[in-house]
């Protein structure tokens, strides 16, 4: 690859692994983030991190898509069912007051009742892979920083949070009794 190649590729995504002594495990996740005009370049990008996740192992992406997922992208991030879309498996889902999207340009959103709705107008998603169980998928729109001190959003873009479990039979479990697949959320500052 030339130069300008591997530094196109470099760009598209970010990877990190981490396993637990407990558990035996090692979760693969990799981030991303799509070209936000060309739905070509989308599609091409869906295509590359669907190939790296099956080579790689990869089981959780996440990103922003920059794209609906009525966009060709997702058809092409799904094919075949290797990654399936975590706010569509989840078991609950909820969106807050993200006004259907995870976009909000800096200004927040409405209310927003309809969740499958909402589900679809997401440029922002988490994948995982098909064996995975996913609890609660939720849109994060209380910004404490907007809430508390008026200043502006952390971000132009809603966070998403899912809960996963890893796909075991009879995970171990800790000395607390808590799932070592479980995890602290810094965010909402709660154990999920």
Partial sequence: ASESESSESSELSS????????????????????????????????????????????????????????DPWFAEITRGGLLVDAWSAADERSCGSCSESTYHAWKGGGESKNTDVSGTKHVDAIFVREDFNVGKTRVITDDRR????????????????SELRYPVNDPPQTAQGDHPSHGFCPYLGKRF
């Fill in 146 to 161: 907007k809430r508390v001190y008026g200043g502006p959003f952390a971000s132009d873009h809603y966070p998403i949070v």
């Fill in 15 to 70: 990877s990190s692994s981490s396993s637990s002594e407990s558990s035996e495990q090692e979760l693969r996740v990799l981030n991303t983030h799509f070209d936000h005009s060309s739905s070509e370049a989308r599609t091409q990008s869906a295509k590359l991190v669907r190939e790296r996740c099956e080579a790689l192992k990869i089981q959780v992406v996440t990103g922003d898509f920059n794209a609906e997922k009525d």
